[in-house]
């Protein structure tokens, strides 16, 4: 006999969300659309691709809010741009490869990072990168360190929600062949995970009490498995 719940809570820094559902749920368990193995059509290619990217951004958002206050320097969002029209992800990917070891030689640090990638209108891809543990170094010696172009730091003092803030730029177009095969995001190693525990009734009632002047937003949705879905969202940091 498996464990089975039906509710949880994920923690990601300060980001809390309680996840309360209408039927059990077997731990570990991950079913597509109809449960078994089958020839996808084209609309279920669509709509596997969309889930695909939609738990992508998920993963993102998370992974970026347990870790942007946890390795002991002020977390830093760059945009990293070429000067050259390039739209190959592959080569992107080994410019940004380059960059990332060129800047680790000049501060004798690995850097923990999460980065995401963004297509302009022209097809010139771009990253977002979230820097968790970079000290402070001038602007135009890091865009000579990457020396493809230019660079922009992103102000984040005032975001409440660092991983929502961010995500934001990932694709949302889930027919997008550019990414076919390829990786929407990227990650250093030994990043903090997100925390995620099956709770009791009486716990689900302790975090609406403790946190209800922190609750930020709540819905209910409804899903083919697990019936009607709460979904309440907490952030520490809210005054």
Do not use: C
């Not at 060129?102 to 990168?129: C, M, N, T």
């Not at 694709?171 to 709770?199: A, H, M, W």
């Not at 930020?216 to 520490?236: A, C, D, P």
Request: hydrophobic share 35%; net charge positive.
């Amino acid at each position: 006999m498996g464990k089975f719940y039906d509710k949880k809570v994920i923690i990601s820094g300060n980001i809390i969300e309680v996840f309360e559902y209408e039927r059990l749920i077997k731990v570990g368990e991950v079913r597509n659309k109809n449960g078994r193995r089958f020839e996808a059509s084209e609309e279920d290619k669509i709509e596997n691709r969309r889930v695909t990217m939609y738990r992508a951004r998920s993963q993102v958002r998370r992974l970026i809010n347990a870790n942007v206050d946890a390795w002991g320097q002020k977390a830093k969002f760059l945009t990293l741009t070429f000067a050259e029209h390039i739209t190959d992800i592959k080569q992107a990917n080994y410019e940004f490869k380059k960059f990332r070891q060129r800047l680790e030689y000049e501060i004798g640090l690995k850097l923990k990072y999460v980065a995401v990638i963004e297509f302009q209108r022209s097809g010139r891809i771009h990253y977002h990168v979230i820097f968790f543990n970079l000290p402070y170094i001038e602007a135009n010696y890091l865009e000579s360190i990457w020396q493809n172009g230019f660079i922009k730091i992103n102000a984040i003092e005032h975001v409440d929600n660092v991983g929502a803030y961010i995500t934001k730029y990932m694709t949302k177009d889930n027919e997008d062949e550019r990414l076919k095969g390829q990786k929407s995001y990227f990650t250093s190693r030994g990043l903090k995970k997100p925390k995620e525990e099956y709770i009791n009734e009486k716990e689900i009632a302790n975090i609406k009490k403790e946190l209800s002047q922190k609750k930020v937003y709540e819905s209910k949705f409804e899903n083919e498995y697990t019936g009607n879905i709460i979904y309440t969202q907490y952030n520490l940091k809210r005054q």
